[in-house]
Antibody, heavy 121, light 108 residues
């Protein structure tokens, strides 16, 4: 079964660092772009960026460039989203999702279950 | 950046009725790289339509997509109880691959 399994919910304080994960299985992890999508409480979906695990080619939305880092470890079929200094406004559900083909231009057809990140003092 | 505007914000309909959701882009979406997703409360989004009009695997044929350029439509021919949810469009022809703000389809 093709699936993406994300790490569990996190509660952090402002200024702390965080790295959440997304592990792929059931398919060739290195051959498909994986993206990250933010959903703030009660709000819509926001595209943050994507990475091609095969060569770590990474593209960011200008809204998130410099605010987060997307990476991948192809040896363990896992993508990551990390923050060096969290803010309260980073409180959201974060989804990873895999694009449907090896093409850069494709929709997200497989989604992780989401990781809730809560940042509060 | 391409801005996607979805309308209406909320659609109140009864089971069995037809739903028509609109997604308008601020610039032409290249090669009709437009997708539609369904999201239910507490769940991850699910891909319904890609390439503006192709149904994803396992999606019932009551869901259909159409359009090109800057105007796209998702139609649900006859609403089933499980179709009441929020629907998002996304363009993936120009980075960043933006989402629309969503349309909530609620039970009237």
């Amino acid at each position: 079964e093709v699936q993406l399994v994300q790490s569990g919910a996190e509660v952090k304080k402002p200024g702390e660092s965080l790295k959440i994960s997304c592990k792929g299985s059931g398919y060739s992890f290195t051959s498909y772009w994986i993206g990250w999508v933010r959903q703030m409480p009660g709000k819509g979906l926001e595209w943050m960026g994507i990475i091609y695990p095969g060569d770590s080619d990474t593209r960011y939305s200008p809204s998130f460039q410099g605010q987060v880092t997307i990476s991948a470890d192809k040896s363990i079929s896992t993508a990551y989203l990390q923050w060096s200094s969290l803010k309260a406004s980073d409180t959201a559900m974060y989804y990873c999702a895999s694009q449907g083909s090896g093409s850069y231009y494709d929709a997200f057809d497989i989604w992780g279950q989401g990781t809730m990140v809560t940042v509060s003092s | 950046e391409i801005v996607l505007t979805q309308s209406p914000g909320t659609l109140s309909l009864s089971p069995g009725e037809r739903a028509t959701l609109s997604c308008r882009a601020s610039q032409s979406v290249s090669s009709s790289y437009l997708a539609w997703y369904q999201q239910k409360p507490g769940q991850a989004p699910r891909l319904l339509i890609y390439g503006a009009s192709s149904r994803a695997t396992g999606i019932p044929d009551r869901f259909s997509g159409s359009g090109s350029g800057t105007d796209f439509t998702l139609t649900i021919s006859r609403l089933e109880p499980e179709d009441f949810a929020v629907y998002y469009c996304q363009q993936y022809g120009s980075s960043p691959f933006t989402f629309g703000g969503g349309t909530k389809v609620e039970i009237k």
